[in-house]
């Protein structure tokens, strides 16, 4: 007979339910936990294709990771008192806690973006750009273009702004590596102008509602 190598509790079910107990409650349990830690993303997609806050790469990182950190600690204070979740090896327990801390990211990025640009009123910036690059995949009709612009009025800091491929080909600056640094594109002298069609976030963040060219008129 060979050794049982694996690391899960004998006799505890990795996917079925307590036959001992009311099932009801069991899947309201179940239920409620998907949607938070599901519902989560799908709110955050919906906020990123609708609402998505003009913020540097940076401090999206940042507090993304600050606020993943704050929901895996906030996880420890609700207690695994249960027998069966008391019982998972403890690698189990910390990703379960850790998917806890991504969906609580998700959910107050998502609302927080939500609520920040629903409703706020439409307004145009002219922006300077620097460069323009692409993703790597092969086949170039998966490929996503950026363009590196400077988006906040008297700043320097460059941001990279998803555009369609019609604004892409028509902006006549550099084409840059993915791999460029941020110091590099920072010295570079801006080559032409980008319109962003930007809402007025009632949170103090304006959001990106479309990238478009300049008209005549603006040039």
Do not use: C
């Amino acid at each position: 007979m060979s050794a049982n190598t694996s690391s899960w509790p004998k006799g505890l079910n990795r996917w079925g339910f307590d036959p001992r107990k009311p099932l009801a409650p069991q899947v309201a349990s179940a239920a409620a936990q998907m949607v938070f830690i599901l519902g989560g993303p799908a709110v955050a997609l919906f906020m990123i294709a609708r609402y998505r806050p003009l913020i540097a790469d940076q401090t999206l990182y940042v507090s993304g990771l600050s606020f993943i950190a704050i929901g895996f600690l906030a996880s420890l204070a609700v207690p695994l008192n249960r027998k069966e979740l008391s019982r998972l090896p403890a690698t189990s327990r910390f990703l379960y806690r850790v998917s806890l801390g991504f969906a609580f990211t998700a959910w107050v990025f998502g609302l927080g973006g939500i609520a920040n640009g629903f409703g706020t009123p439409i307004f145009v910036r002219d922006v300077p750009v620097v460069a323009k690059h692409e993703t790597l995949e092969r086949d170039p009709a998966r490929r996503t273009h950026y363009v590196s612009a400077r988006p906040w009025p008297g700043s320097r800091q460059v941001q990279d702004i998803n555009a369609p491929l019609s604004v892409y080909d028509s902006l006549q600056v550099p084409t840059t590596t993915i791999h460029t640094s941020s110091a590099e594109l920072q010295a570079m002298p801006h080559a032409a102008k980008l319109r962003l069609v930007l809402g007025k976030g009632r949170l103090g963040l304006d959001w990106l509602k479309t990238v478009e060219l300049p008209d005549s008129r603006a040039q």
